[in-house]
């Protein structure tokens, strides 16, 4: 076999560019990383300028084989792994491990894997960026360094199977203390006050009335703190006339978000599809690989999902632009192309927001050939890019101030009304940003209100009074973590769904209704390294290593002094964690769960037949349940846990822990380790094979691991 070996990452990929490139092309996929450092070792000789000992998993060996043989057969080896630092290095790893001698070796990068991109892409190859390999490899020692030397320091010193990963602690610390906030939270009393009113004679008609709300009293702001003041308020409002006071009319303008980049799709992905991080990358990376469209075969709908840049190229502004021109009208179509600015100064402008590879491909044309999750997500990506060059949104604001007062009375009350109305929808005609679910409505957001004139007497319908309690601040939903890491600079595009699935699966934290919630484990962990690991789980620490990790991809940085810098501060906190820490017992155990008859945490309890779980509130709550086993990976529908489960004739199957909600099941056996082409859930498929249940591939598993979970004396994953 004569030609050019093109090497990339998933099969899926490999499918579609060696469609595109054609006769001439040998397209193969690495299924990721190729070298690793070892699993049972540290891996790392930090006497030797932390210089890593990288191997070849053992169930990779066949692969590199495989290329092995391919490359020495070919002309060239064009390396189109995924145009990012852990791209990069995989790029590297490949030549490391394949050691084509004198054959010439290329990089290339599909932003986005259609035939127009590839074929361009192809014309531009260049060597290998070591500085950002540097960069991926000064991260995955960093990671080796904190992981496989706090972790089993908490094993010894709290119990087997935690972990500490670097970017994981600091993440965990947030949680944690959010948890703090809220435990430490005193509510304060107060109360509200809204009128119900309409204009002259309207007040029988319900869709007529309006809700004024109180604001101020005798010209100062309105602070009832109990239901004795209330009660005043409201007996002086008896009788009141309610008069327009001021009318206020102006336009607001809207403009569109920016189009997605990582972070912001996994937010709006959480609240608007209820999709985890996981499930959302998972998804994305499917668009971007490629789907077969029938006649037109495999194409990627989706520029590069890990991506913290807004920019976009100006073919594809070009393209938008007339699309809208031709569907929508002129008058829909904004004055000027827009450009977005990336609110990050750490973001990599080389790449492109998430886009579709072409908007003419629209949702309802492809609909037929996705799931039902990838033509969700893709539907949500297609219309928020397309929204970037719609027209501004113009919206009228009207806000009204109303005066009640009794004849007899010396005290005014000012109430006040706004409501909206859209003048011209723009882009909103296709696409409104969702909020999270704290955020408060503002005035663009109210229903409208009658028209109102100055000095207009009001009917009043009714005062209702309403007591409140300051409420503390909100646990973190995924989206919102997510968020909160990014404004802090903490981790990456691709290190924010894996920074939430390895809370889930060590127990530092619990998902109750979408919400993240530390566990006493979690806490107890966090407390411990913020004890004797400060600087780990440090905000700004992390926040400021990330920066010098950047300060390495660009060349203002070298590899070794950053590690140094690291490690000896490090290292001695560590010698001195190993002398100083105290065992402690680990908290009960939580059963992820809360008790359905008064909401308690359910606990695991042990009794003469083995485990049971409970509710903590016994004597006066006796609720219990069977103890289901917990089995590695997460639910490929909710991403809840998956347990262990009897059928009625005795039979072992698997199932989702959130079971009757989420009804997904396996007769087989799931495993640790993740799907090497799609990342999805795999299940045992003989003695040392698993089985994809999203892509279906079978694959080896490696021979000294337990249903595919990784043997070591290191904990598996301890990295962030």
């Not at 127990?507 to 690991?533: K, P, W």
Request: one cysteine or more; aromatic letters at 6%; a neutral charge.
């Amino acid at each position: 076999m004569a030609g050019k070996l093109v090497i990339v990452e998933s099969p899926a990929k490999a499918r579609t560019i060696e469609r595109y490139l054609g006769r001439g092309y040998d397209v193969r996929a690495s299924l990721g990383h190729v070298r690793d450092l070892p699993k049972s070792r540290l891996g790392v000789d930090v006497d030797r300028d932390f210089a890593p000992h990288y191997v070849v998993p053992r169930e990779k060996a066949a692969r590199v084989k495989e290329l092995k043989a391919r490359a020495k057969q070919a002309d060239e080896i064009i390396l189109a792994t995924d145009p990012d630092r852990e791209g990069e290095a995989i790029a590297w790893h490949l030549v490391e491990a394949l050691d084509p001698g004198d054959r010439p070796v290329r990089r290339v990068e599909f932003h986005e894997i259609t035939k127009s991109a590839g074929l361009a892409a192809m014309k531009q190859p260049r060597a290998i960026n070591f500085e950002q390999v540097n960069a991926q490899q000064a991260r995955r020692i960093l990671d080796r360094l904190v992981g496989y030397q706090i972790s089993p320091l908490l094993w010894k010193k709290v119990q087997r199977g935690l972990s500490a990963g670097r970017v994981q602690s600091a993440a965990l610390r947030l949680v944690v203390e959010r948890e703090r906030e809220i435990s430490d939270f005193n509510p304060v009393e107060y109360w509200s006050i809204e009128a119900e009113l309409a204009k002259s004679g309207t007040a029988r008609r319900r869709s007529a009335t309006f809700v004024a709300s109180l604001l101020e009293i005798n010209g100062e702001k309105a602070e009832i703190g109990d239901v004795a003041a209330a009660g005043k308020v409201m007996a002086d409002l008896d009788g009141a006339t309610f008069q327009v006071e001021d009318v206020r009319k102006r336009q607001q303008q809207r403009q569109p978000p920016a189009p997605y980049t990582t972070s912001t799709l996994q937010q709006e992905a959480s609240r608007r599809l209820s999709f985890g991080t996981t499930r959302t990358m998972l998804v994305a990376q499917q668009l971007y690989e490629g789907i077969e469209l029938g006649r037109d075969g495999s194409v990627g709908l989706i520029t590069y999902m890990r991506t913290d840049s807004t920019n976009v190229a100006l073919s594809a502004t070009d393209e938008v632009r007339k699309y809208i021109q031709a569907i929508h009208g002129d008058e829909h179509l904004s004055d000027t192309p827009r450009t977005y600015r990336t609110r990050s100064r750490l973001a990599q402008e080389a790449h492109e927001a998430i886009r579709p590879t072409s908007v003419y491909r629209t949702p309802s044309d492809v609909a037929s050939h996705l799931t039902r999750d990838q033509a969700r997500l893709y539907e949500l990506i297609w219309k928020r890019f397309v929204a970037t060059q719609m027209a501004t949104a113009r919206i009228d604001v009207t806000s009204v101030n109303i005066l009640a007062q009794r004849d007899n009375s010396q005290n005014q009350y000012r109430f006040r009304a706004a409501g909206s109305v859209i003048a011209f929808s723009g882009f909103l005609s296709l696409y409104q940003e969702t909020r999270d679910e704290d955020a408060a409505t503002t005035d663009e957001d109210r229903k409208p209100l009658p028209d109102l004139e100055l000095g207009e007497t009001l009917d009043l319908v009714r005062v209702q009074p309403d007591q409140h309690f300051t409420q503390p601040p909100p646990r973190y939903t995924e989206a919102s973590l997510v968020r909160a890491l990014e404004e802090r600079g903490i981790g990456r595009p691709s290190t924010y769904a894996p920074i939430i699935a390895t809370l889930r699966e060590r127990g530092y934290v619990t998902v109750a209704e979408r919400r993240l919630e530390a566990t006493e484990l979690g806490a107890l962990v966090a407390g411990l390294l913020i004890e004797y690991f400060p600087d780990v789980v440090d905000i700004d620490f992390t926040a400021n290593l990330e920066e010098q990790l950047d300060d390495i991809a660009q060349g203002r940085q070298e590899l070794v002094p950053v590690l140094r810098g690291f490690y000896g501060p490090f290292s001695g906190k560590l010698a001195s964690a190993e002398q100083e820490m105290q065992r402690v017992q680990a908290p009960v155990e939580l059963a992820g769960e809360n008790c359905e008859k008064c909401g308690r945490a359910m606990v695991v309890k042990f009794g003469r037949y083995g485990k049971f779980v409970a509710c903590p509130g016994f004597p006066e709550c006796r609720n219990t349940k069977p103890f289901l086993t917990k089995v590695p990976g997460l639910c490929p529908e909710c991403e809840s846990p998956i347990v262990e489960r009897r059928s009625r004739n005795r039979k072992r199957f698997f199932g989702c822990s959130r079971y009757p909600e989420c009804t997904w099941t396996s007769w087989s056996r799931p495993v640790a380790q993740p799907c090497p082409s799609c990342g999805g859930l795999m299940v045992e498929a003989g003695r040392d094979r698993a089985k994809c249940t999203r892509c279906g591939l079978t694959h080896r598993l490696s021979a000294n691991t337990d249903a595919g979970e990784p043997s070591a004396v290191a904990p598996a994953g301890a990295a962030s």
